[in-house]
């Protein structure tokens, strides 16, 4: 709480290194391989974002698409009248103030409740898109474009990635982190030592949603022309969950364990069998509760007490296998 | 008289058909230590959860000094000042002792944080016993120790009225002195409090003044051997035959 601890200096010299070496890849290589990183990149970015507020709240949201598809709309619609970092603030911004609602309008309820509601405004947003868009533009969609190469988007979201992780560090140590620590162990007990415990998880979920906003910014160039059933996939939403349960989210760089073997199989289903990939995805998600239920990191961080314990010294493991997800 | 830090006016709570407390008033003065007591299903428990904000009132009024706090969330009550330990203990099982005492102090008051509430929280450690102790998980301590934790957690706060749900419930004889002095001990530096207590011992040595509830009503409020002499008393806990 207090200092720097060595495991973290170790960790931000690690996280430095694997950063310089990653931000090389452009420099490298183009075509596939540079977008297959813009692809792992991405993803890591939002199962990040998503695991700051999922993870210590166990709340399992399915808006990442929402937010996706508003940061990619802010680019779309005013990328003639204003510069590009202003719009990336306006994806931010928008998508902040789109989470508050929604915390506002269901944190208090339990979470299987938050589930259905993310997954069904994210819909319902598409859908208001799709109508207005014919309805008052007389088209399906909007060109992005742009000067940016493929390069330029990796930086930016490599950039992205790191920036989550460091709000997720800063968080950690802050009294937000702590109170929501607090959260996770006792409600109760968090609000009899005077937690405002549903305005804190509405803070973080902004934060979280903002980050997943500005993916969804970066990533409009690439699209060139945006449609709401892109923009607003769901199929976002349920990767991100996916990726960041397999890694786990009890740590702040679990979902990066989960982000890049499922992006690699999702990328090889994609070229061998592109019609089976909803398939894969349904088998994954429940191989991952089952069998997985606290992700690849709480399975190590488990075995690792187990062996503890049983030489002796060690201490009990909270939840050895629990299924994390309150919903 | 000094004047009422907290006075409970009228304080009703039903749960459906059920009246767990009923219209019952008491003051408490500034430095007061008193007993809430009475029979299992008095409502003693309930009076605490309004009190803290556990649960809402279906009617009456709770002041605090000026402020009313009835009806308030329980970190609003947290803020005005009122810390509590729980019947079944209550302590953040994924934490250490120190960071367990450091959740009393970082969220009301001056939100005391980072070195000084460390060196705070380890000084209210080492207040309640458990000095040395501080980096150790509190699931793997013993249940009076998580005790200890609790309360130095609620004292952490700083709180202008402290609540003890039965703190000293299941303590064997020996602990049972060491908890005894260790209230004695915090309420001779000048915090107000009320126990909700079963004990009857530690009742007679700390209480200078009792309030005894039955079946959700006060039925004696006064100084603690009068109130333990009181009929009425003795018929709720034992019956009429010994009254």
């Known amino acids: 709480m207090t200092g720097i601890h060595r495991d973290e200096m170790l960790g931000l010299i690690c996280g430095g290194v694997a950063l310089a070496l990653l931000s090389l890849l452009p420099l490298l290589t183009e075509g596939f391989y540079l977008s297959f990183g813009v692809n792992l990149v991405l993803y890591a970015a939002l199962s990040t974002a998503w695991s700051l507020f999922s993870g210590p709240t166990r709340f399992v949201s399915l808006a990442s698409a929402a937010f996706f598809g508003i940061g ?35 944190l208090r309820l339990s979470g299987v409740y938050f589930v259905i509601f993310t997954l069904g405004l994210t819909e319902l947003i598409r859908q208001i898109v799709s109508w207005s868009q014919s309805r008052f533009a007389h088209k399906m969609g909007l060109y992005v474009f742009t000067d940016f190469t493929e390069g330029d988007l990796y930086w ?59 993916a969804g910014a970066i990533m409009a160039p690439r699209y060139a022309y945006i449609e709401p059933q892109a923009a607003f996939n769901p ?86 296998g629990k299924i994390e997800g309150r919903a | 008289m000094k004047p009422a830090l907290l006075s409970v006016v009228r304080m009703r709570k039903a749960f459906g058909g059920l009246v767990a407390v009923n219209d019952v008033s008491f003051d408490v003065s ?45 970190e609003r009550i947290a803020k005005e000042g009122i810390a509590r330990t ?61 005790k200890r934790v609790e309360l130095a957690r609620a004292l952490a706060a700083d709180p202008r009225l402290l609540l003890l749900d039965e703190w000293l419930a299941g303590l064997n004889p020996s602990e049972l002195l060491i908890g005894i002095d260790l209230i004695g001990e915090i309420s001779r530096e000048g915090r107000t409090i009320i126990m909700v207590e079963h004990v009857m011992d530690a009742i007679r040595t700390l209480c200078s003044r009792c309030v005894v509830m039955s079946s959700g009503v006060k039925i004696a409020d006064g100084t603690a051997s009068n109130v333990l002499a009181d009929p009425d008393v003795i018929r709720a806990y034992l019956g009429d035959d010994d009254a």
């Open chain 1, 72 to 106: 990619t709309y802010s680019v779309a619609l005013w990328l003639d009248a204003l510069p590009f970092v202003v719009l990336i603030a306006i994806a931010a911004l928008a998508s902040a103030a789109l989470a508050a609602l929604i915390g506002a309008a269901t």
């Open chain 1, 156 to 214: 930016m979201l490599l950039a992205l990635t790191a920036a989550t992780f460091s709000v997720g560090w800063l968080i950690n140590r802050s009294r937000l982190g702590f109170a929501l620590r607090i959260i996770g162990d006792d409600e109760t007990v968090a609000r009899h030592v005077g937690i405002a415990t549903a305005r804190a998880k509405i803070v973080l979920f902004m934060i979280s949603g903002a980050f997943a906003g500005i």
């Open chain 1, 235 to 320: 199929m976002i939403s349920f990767m991100v969950v996916i990726m960041a349960l397999l890694g786990g989210t009890r740590r702040l760089w679990g979902p990066l364990v989960g982000v890049v073997p499922f992006t690699v199989v999702m990328e090889l289903i994609a070229a061998r069998f592109p019609n089976e990939s909803l398939i894969v995805v349904g088998i994954a998600f429940l191989a991952i509760v089952y069998v997985l239920p606290s992700g690849v990191t709480g399975r190590i961080e488990c075995l690792r007490e187990r062996l503890r314990r049983s030489l002796g010294t060690g201490v009990d493991a909270p939840g050895c």
């Open chain 2, 30 to 74: 500034e430095g007061e230590l008193i007993g809430l007591i009475g029979p299992n299903g008095s409502g003693k428990t309930t009076m605490l959860n309004l009190i803290s904000g556990a649960l809402r009132p279906t009617s009456g009024e709770i002041r605090l000094g000026r402020n009313q706090i009835s009806g308030l969330a329980p």
């Open chain 2, 86 to 146: 729980f019947q079944l203990v209550r302590v953040l099982p994924s934490m250490t002792a120190i960071e367990n005492v450091i959740a009393g102090t970082a969220f009301v008051g001056d939100r005391t944080w980072g070195a000084r509430a460390h060196t705070l929280a380890g000084a209210l450690l080492e207040r309640v016993g458990l000095t040395g102790r501080e980096n150790a998980p509190v699931s793997t301590m013993t249940y009076i120790d998580q």
